[in-house]
Each structure stands twice: as structure tokens, then as C-alpha cells.
């Protein structure tokens, strides 16, 4: 072996005890949420997913209109490119707001119940504490029926 596969094998080993010895002894649960049930299931979220629906329909008429206008190839291309990097940029947005609505709710909950990671129901194979209908709680406002459904 030369030298440089020596420091990446020594690299990987001091990262791999670092996380290990950061990890022993931590007593945080681990929740999950099932992100595809409160897309389902949330009218707040399903409102901005209409939103997206709506705009892309815009978009579209607005291109149909575009190319009955008799406009050349060149400039409806250029309509074309606008179009999908506005829907692009407009679908971003949206889900980042969704993203952070859901990430704020779990965090407060992951507080309130002193649990340390909240990761995604798809990430986690099992063993989790599932808290995703008390953020679809705290997320479409009935807070306080959700944690009472949900206190042991």
C-alpha cells in the first residue's frame, strides 16, 4: 500500500470512531415522519400542491396562446425556456415552504417530547417513534386533539 491509501484508510477510521464515540451513550429517540401521509392528508399541503397545479396550467394556456400568435421557432423556443424555468423556480419555492411548515412542526414536537433526530418515515427501517400526525396536527391547526390522541 503507498502512502496516500494509508492517510485515507487512517481518515476513514478516525471518522468512523469519531462517530461512534459521539454516538455511545446518547440517549435521544429518534421519530420519524411519513412525509407521504401528510401530503395526503393536509389540506394547508395539499392547498400549495393546488397552487402548483394552478400555475402550471397558467403557464401552459399561456404558451398555447404563445404559439397561435405565429411567433417563429426561435422566439417560442426562448418562451419555451422562460416558461420552464419559471415553473421550475415556482415549484421550488413551493416545496421549500412545505419543507420548512413541516421541519418547524416536527421541531417543535421533537422538543416537547425530547427526542433528538426527526428523519423521514422512508429513511428509517424501524424502531422509531412515528409523530407524523401531530405535525398533520400542528400543521392544519388542531394541535391540542392530536397530543391528547397521542399522550400514553
Same mark, same amino acid.
Given at each position: 500500500?503507498?502512502?496516500a491509501?494509508?492517510k485515507?484508510l487512517?481518515?476513514?477510521?478516525?471518522?468512523a470512531?469519531?462517530a461512534? +464515540?459521539?454516538?455511545c451513550?446518547?440517549e435521544?429517540? @429518534?421519530?420519524?415522519?411519513?412525509y407521504?401521509k401528510?401530503?395526503?392528508?393536509?389540506? %394547508?399541503?395539499k392547498?400549495i400542491q393546488q397552487e402548483i397545479t394552478d400555475?402550471?396550467? $397558467?403557464?401552459?394556456?399561456r404558451?398555447?396562446?404563445d404559439?397561435k400568435?405565429?411567433?417563429s421557432?426561435e422566439?417560442?423556443q426562448k418562451? @419555451?425556456?422562460?416558461?420552464?424555468q419559471?415553473?421550475?423556480?415556482?415549484i421550488?419555492?413551493k416545496?421549500?415552504?412545505?419543507?420548512?411548515?413541516?421541519?418547524?412542526?416536527a421541531? +417543535? +414536537?421533537?422538543k416537547?417530547k425530547?427526542i433528538?433526530i426527526?428523519m423521514? %418515515?422512508?429513511s @428509517?427501517?424501524?424502531g422509531?417513534?412515528?409523530?407524523?400526525? $401531530? @405535525?398533520l396536527?400542528k400543521i392544519?391547526?388542531?394541535?391540542s386533539?392530536?397530543?391528547s390522541s397521542?399522550?400514553?
Open positions: 500500500m503507498n502512502k491509501s494509508l485515507k487512517a481518515c476513514i477510521g478516525m471518522i470512531f469519531a461512534v +464515540i459521539t454516538g451513550g446518547s435521544h429517540k @429518534v421519530a420519524v415522519v411519513d407521504q401528510l401530503e395526503d392528508q393536509s389540506p %394547508k399541503i392547498a400555475k402550471d396550467k $397558467e403557464i401552459s394556456n404558451l398555447a396562446e404559439s400568435k405565429g411567433l421557432d422566439e417560442m418562451k @419555451v425556456q422562460s416558461a420552464q419559471e415553473r421550475m423556480i415556482f421550488q419555492s416545496q421549500k415552504q412545505i419543507e420548512s411548515m413541516i421541519q418547524s412542526q421541531g +417543535i +414536537i421533537a416537547e425530547n433528538g426527526v423521514n %418515515k422512508m @428509517v427501517p424501524a422509531a417513534v412515528d409523530i407524523t400526525d $401531530e @405535525v396536527a392544519d391547526g388542531g394541535a386533539k392530536a397530543a397521542q399522550s400514553k
